[in-house]
């Protein structure tokens, strides 16, 4: 079936369901980005607990080294760390919610197009109940 052949209906819900999917990659690309900022957040504290208390450390900013305290930095990376938690668990949720709403909007495809067209607008099932 083309593109002009699909009732509008059927168009409208292909185009939603497209949406949907797209919202759900550009997600699972936040949360691999996320995972990274944890791993690497994760490395920098480990390694930091590593360092004597009067040893240098610096923290990057841009392309210069600036000299800071040790427990300045820990806070830091540990405020960083609890906020990638969070949303962390925003993600998963937004994710479960799409991932449910993508199952439901592929069973109402799949109903309409299997001639049940009850729930379509405009459809000709609703014009005329004897088809």
């Known amino acids: 079936m083309s593109k002009e052949q699909m009732p509008p209906w059927l168009q409208e819900q292909l185009a939603k ?22 791993a690497e957040t994760a490395k920098a504290l480990e390694e930091l607990h590593k360092v004597a208390d009067g040893d240098a450390v610096f923290r990057q900013a ?17 405020e960083r760390s609890e906020m990638a938690k969070t949303r962390s668990t925003v993600l998963e949720k937004q994710e479960t919610r799409l ?27 609703q014009d005329n109940p004897r088809r």
Request: proline share 3%.
């Open 17 to 38: 369901l497209q949406q949907s999917q797209q919202e759900l990659q550009s997600l699972m690309a936040q949360k691999q980005h996320l995972e990274i900022e944890k």
């Open 62 to 78: 841009g392309t210069i080294l600036i000299k800071s305290k040790k427990q300045e930095l820990i806070a830091e990376l540990e």
């Open 99 to 125: 991932k449910n709403s993508l199952k439901e909007q592929e069973a109402k495809i799949t109903t309409m197009m299997k001639g049940n067209t009850a729930d379509a607008p405009n459809s000709p099932a």
